[in-house]
Each structure stands twice: as C-alpha cells, then as structure tokens.
C-alpha cells in the first residue's frame, strides 16, 4: 500500500491546478480564491482543523499495519505517534504532544470511526494519494484522496474522512462537488469510473454514499471545465470580486476584502505569488462544513 508523510506547506514551484478545495473557493467567492490561490495567503489552523489533521494521520499509520491488526487499540495507540508527526511537519499547530484534553478530543473521533467501518475488512490500495490529471490537456486538477480501496471484483472505491458532523441537506451539495471532482480525477488518470465514494463524518458517525455514472462525470467535466475558462480570464485580469455570504463569518481574509472595507495584497504581475505565507499543510486547510 503507498503511503505519505503529512503534507508539507504548498509548493510553489508546481504549475497552477484546480482542486476541489480551490474549485469551492471559486464557487463561494472568487476573492477568496484569489487570496488563497494567487496571493497563496494561509492563517494559523484552529484546534479543529488541527484535530483533524492529526485524526487524518492516525488513520493513515492504522492502514499501514495488517488488516487484523487494525483494531480500536491500536488506533489509540499510533494516536500520540500520529501527533509528534505532525507537530514535526507544523510546528505552528496550536497544540503539543502533552496538551491531553486535544488527544482525549481527537480519540474520540478515532472510536466513531469504527462505529462506521470495519477496516480489518479493507483492502485499501493507498492512503493520502496525490492524484493528479489534465483534461484533453489543458484543464489540470489536482487533488489528496484520503483512501482509495479496491474490492475482490477490481472495482475501485474511494474514501474520505470528515472530522466534523455532517452537513444539513444545504451543505451536502458542496460535499457532492468535492466528490465528484474526486471521482472524475480517477476516472480520467486510471480510466475506471469508481465503483463509490464515502465521505465518513466522525464527528457524528454519518456516512455519505455517492455512485457516479459516466454520464454524470461527463456533465460534470463540462462544469470544471467552464470554471477553469473563468479562472483563466480573471487570473489574466486580476478582477477577482467579492462574494459575500453567511461563509464570509468564517473567512480568514474577512479584513483584506472590499465588501468588508479592506484592501487587498497588490496583484501579482504575472498572477502568482512568488512564494506562500508560511502556513498550514493541505489538511488543515479549511474547516469542515462551516454552515
């Protein structure tokens, strides 16, 4: 099985993509991904994101062992591991391996995930994948698939772990786009449609099934692809505007935003930023259903 150390801060040398988080940011408001995508600012990572990034790697060491050896225990056990990594690779995550109120926190999760999945049952082909395409060459997506399984018959599943609760019918839309994009990144880089897609809600033990078709994917490639026309349109002009919203309660760049009486960074010549802010890692990006 192929797996990966907690993700670094964003590499600024690789070629702009769209992921599913940058492809939300668009929809939410075109500000904000400029903020992210070509200003490449980040903010300090709350406590939940924290706990979930640390979550998200227990889970990866838990794959890592033999399927009868994943039980419950040994989840508890790799979690205090799983912590020292990832203060290793972020030093600024706002907690420290004595901090036992954030492992009690985070422990919890892990005991919902085996309420949800028994993984001494799983076949999984890799853990934190960097999956990567480009459409007909020239839409390039880029994405992290937690975990992709594959079953007895060769079908192909993927799996996405959510440390939050689950969304409200509202929100559940935007967790369907995020598999979706999944779904057709795997499609296009293997030529297999995904047999399914979960996403596993820890925080309340939920589980949110999807099975695409090609024809959807088909329909759903056309949207991405329109998207990434507009991106390239407005990373040419710099007119990235301003979409407020209930979601602008949640936004890092809230004091830089025009909506909101700030100004913000001077654009880029040529549209990127020469390097990021110091940050966080990918997994700790956003928070999870800020509805």
Request: proline fraction near 10%; aromatic fraction near 6%; hydrophobic fraction near 40%.
């Amino acid at each position: 099985m192929t797996t990966a150390a907690p993700t670094p801060p964003t590499d600024t040398t690789r070629p702009v993509a769209l992921s599913p988080s940058r492809a939300a940011d668009f929809t939410r408001c075109p500000l904000l991904y400029r903020f992210k995508a070509v200003d490449r600012l980040t903010a300090p990572p709350t406590r939940a994101q924290a706990r979930g990034t640390v979550v998200h790697a227990a889970l990866e060491a838990l794959f890592g062992l033999d399927g009868p050896a994943r039980t419950a225990t040994s989840a508890q056990t790799l979690l205090p591991e799983a912590l020292a990594r990832v203060l290793a690779a972020t030093p600024d995550l706002g907690v420290d391996t004595d901090d036992a109120g954030f492992l009690a926190e985070a422990a919890a999760l892990l005991d919902t995930y085996f309420t949800v999945e028994d993984p001494t049952a799983v076949t999984a082909d890799g853990c934190e994948l960097r999956v990567e395409t480009t459409l007909d060459g020239d839409v390039p997506l880029r994405g992290i698939i937690d975990r992709l399984d594959v079953d007895a018959t060769g079908a192909v599943h993927v799996v996405d772990y959510k440390t939050g609760r689950a969304p409200s019918p509202r929100g559940e839309r935007a967790a369907l786009f995020q598999l979706k994009f999944y779904a057709l990144i795997v499609w296009r880089q293997r030529g297999i449609v995904p047999a399914s897609l979960r996403l596993l809600y820890l925080g309340d033990g939920q589980v949110l099934h999807y099975r695409p078709d090609p024809e959807e994917l088909r329909r759903f490639e056309r949207i991405v692809r329109a998207m990434w026309a507009t991106i390239r349109q407005l990373r040419a002009s710099g007119d990235f505007r301003p979409n407020p919203g209930p979601g602008c309660r949640w936004c890092d760049h809230r004091a830089l935003c025009p909506a909101f009486g700030g100004t913000p960074p001077p654009y880029p010549a040529d549209g990127v930023a020469t390097q990021s802010t110091p940050g966080a890692p990918h997994r700790i990006e956003q928070q999870e259903n800020p509805e």
